[in-house]
């Protein structure tokens, strides 16, 4: 169902320790943030995609119908960026007169929502290099070495299982209500929706009450203990985001003084 | 037509036809300049930290209570995967916000909140890392907060409950993404008029999509809770232990 999960599980670079992929990604993402300029952008898109198609074998296919994903509000955003609106059309590139008010582009806008269209989607191959390399669990074990509360890291874990079974179960009733024409008008649509999730809700307090009473029939003392997984020892992660990320910084310094 | 153009032409038709959904809303990854992204996370902290401490406190007391918050927690995000049927046929997403915040408390979500904004960046790629603390802000602080509090207020003022939850659902929801039309404006203040030409245009936008959402949030919540509370009882009255003042008042 969540095929995101899926890819990180079977990539090959999900046997790397997560705190190398952990590293990667917010040194590449703070310096294309930092940066703000659209060639480092770019680059930093062609390394992110790169790293996780070559390296972690993601289809290009995958990682580009992913980049769909955040596009309206991306369009949405950058549109509304761009755009003014003012008494006088002196200022703008293009601008339409409406009932007295000039709305247009003016050549910064323009260039700055530029920046950010592709900023954006050089930030987002970061994330999506994370996401799609790192299956959860290794986040976690690199979150409990970071030393983040272990109340919010336990509490991470569980939802993570939970979320496994509670779609299963949403799923299978979706599919049993639309059999039986529960989403054909609107106002059964509603109807079904709402014996869904209420169902949904019961099911799960129950679920949990079962779970946690046979856990304490197991001994389970308010801890989930399991053993942290061994990872590759090579360092080569934090070697080449060292070099790569030193070169995008000496690019975009230069960049600023031409 | 060549395979390559019939996949051009299907890519287009799909940017311009994808539904404008309530997920679409997160503000994406690298969308916030550092400073905001810093900013956000800062005020967040406060909350969430606040949140921690009665989760502990619930928790110690309770033990049994830990399992519940979790399975509250998947409950949120699949609630979040589900699709609201619509009018226009575009589809939308519920965000749970009100409802979470009436069964379990406006503590407890904030923690809860971002844990599923983290799932929904990772696994969804919904919103992003950078973001997350100005997405958790106005989802899981702010949201949450108003729906608890308009809930609160309607019901003291002797209203009914069906109207308690359908204006704390609705009301959370809309705040929630005024609250995010406002750090944009923040980030991103209009050349011409500054910050508050920035906020008109964002509360514009928003308003056209996001009223719509909020009322068919709000209903979808009072046909939930009314259905839970009829077959739910026993676990409406075990929520009790932590959100004082919220489930318990549900009949």
């Keep these: ?258 | 037509m060549s395979k390559r153009f019939q996949l051009a032409i299907g890519l287009a038709l799909m940017l311009i036809l994808i539904p404008v959904s309530a997920s679409a809303m997160h503000i994406m990854e690298g969308f916030l300049p550092p400073v905001w992204c810093i900013s956000w996370g800062a005020l967040t902290i406060p909350f969430i930290v606040m949140g921690l401490f009665s989760i502990n406190k619930t928790v110690r007391e309770n033990p049994r209570l830990k399992i519940l918050i979790a399975m509250a927690g998947a409950f949120a995000f699949v609630l979040s995967a589900l699709k609201i049927p619509s009018v226009t046929g575009s589809c939308s997403h519920p965000t749970g916000v009100g409802l979470g915040a009436i069964l379990f408390g406006p503590s407890a979500m904030s923690v809860l909140g971002l844990i599923v904004l983290l799932f929904q960046a990772l696994l969804l790629a919904h919103g992003g890392l950078t973001t997350l603390g100005a997405n958790t802000f106005s989802m899981a602080v702010v949201g949450p907060l108003a729906a608890y509090f308009i809930f609160r207020l309607v019901k003291k003022a002797g209203g009914p409950q069906w109207l308690a939850v359908f204006l704390g659902a609705a009301l959370g929801d809309l705040l929630t993404y005024v609250t995010t039309s406002v750090q944009l404006a923040l980030a991103f203040p209009a050349e011409i008029g500054g910050f508050g030409a920035s906020l008109a245009k964002f509360t514009g936008i928003f308003a056209v999509t996001q009223i719509p959402l909020a009322i068919s949030e709000g209903i979808l919540t009072v046909l939930i809770f009314n259905a839970i509370a009829a077959y739910g009882k026993d676990e409406l009255k075990a929520l009790k232990l932590f959100s004082p003042g919220g489930a318990n008042h549900a009949k």
């Excluded at chain 1, 952008?41 to 296919?61: D, N, T, W, Y």
């Excluded at chain 1, 049993?176 to 809700?201: D, K, P, W």
């Design chain 1, 1 to 258: 169902m969540l095929s995101i999960d899926k890819y990180a599980y079977s990539s090959k670079l999900a046997g790397i320790d997560p705190m190398q992929k952990l590293f990667f990604t917010f040194i590449t993402l703070g310096v294309c943030l930092w940066a703000n300029d659209w060639v480092i952008s770019l680059l930093v898109i062609f390394i992110a995609v790169g790293a996780a198609v070559i390296k972690g074998g993601i289809p290009i296919r995958i990682f580009a119908k992913m980049l769909l994903i955040p596009m309206v509000f991306l369009v949405i955003g950058v549109l509304s960026i761009a755009i003014n609106a003012s008494s006088s059309a002196e200022f703008f590139l293009i601008s339409v007169q409406v009932a007295g008010t000039a709305i247009g582009i003016t050549s910064s806008g323009a260039i700055n929502a530029f920046n950010l269209f592709i900023k954006a989607i050089g930030s987002v191959s970061c994330l999506y290099f994370l996401s799609l390399t790192t299956p959860i669990t290794d986040l976690l074990d690199a979150m409990r070495r970071l030393k983040v509360p272990r109340l919010f890291t336990e509490l991470m874990g569980l939802i993570y299982r939970f979320i496994f079974v509670l779609l299963e179960r949403s799923g299978t009733m979706f599919t049993a209500q639309s059999s039986r024409l529960g989403y054909s008008t609107l106002s059964t649509g509603y109807r079904s929706l709402a014996a869904l999730a209420s169902t949904l809700f019961i099911d799960a307090y129950r679920r949990s009450d079962e779970l946690y009473t046979s856990l304490e029939a197991r001994g389970y003392e308010g801890e989930l203990r399991v053993l942290p997984r061994s990872y590759n020892k090579s360092r080569a992660g934090y070697i080449c985001t060292a070099v790569l990320n030193i070169l995008l910084i000496c690019t975009a310094l230069a960049l600023r003084h031409l």
